[in-house]
């Protein structure tokens, strides 16, 4: 598969856009819940490569969604209750 560009849209069908918005509502299955993060974190590139050789644009587009991806996988990953517990 060529790299068209970190700016082209990623793929998605109907179910996609009900699974965002069944969690918008704060009514998504289980499955839609899924859906919505696999396709989330797809979109961000956070599992590519965003060095896009001869053009330092299209790799600072790629790192700026790719950072959006940083982020939630740190949610996903981060203990909450290390920052809630209190410090003696």
């Not at 068209?4 to 990623?10: A, D, E």
């Not at 998504?28 to 590139?45: F, I, K, N, R, S």
């Amino acid at each position: 598969m060529t790299d068209q560009g970190p700016h082209v849209p990623t793929k998605w069908e109907p179910a996609h856009a009900s699974a965002f918005q069944a969690l918008a509502r704060g009514e998504a299955e289980p499955h839609q819940q899924q859906m919505a993060l696999d396709w989330l974190l797809e979109v961000t590139g956070l599992r590519d490569l965003s060095y896009r050789p001869g053009d330092a644009t299209a790799t600072a587009f790629a790192e700026g969604k790719r950072f959006v991806g940083l982020q939630v996988g740190k949610m996903l990953d981060i203990n909450p209750r290390e920052f809630t517990q209190q410090k003696d």
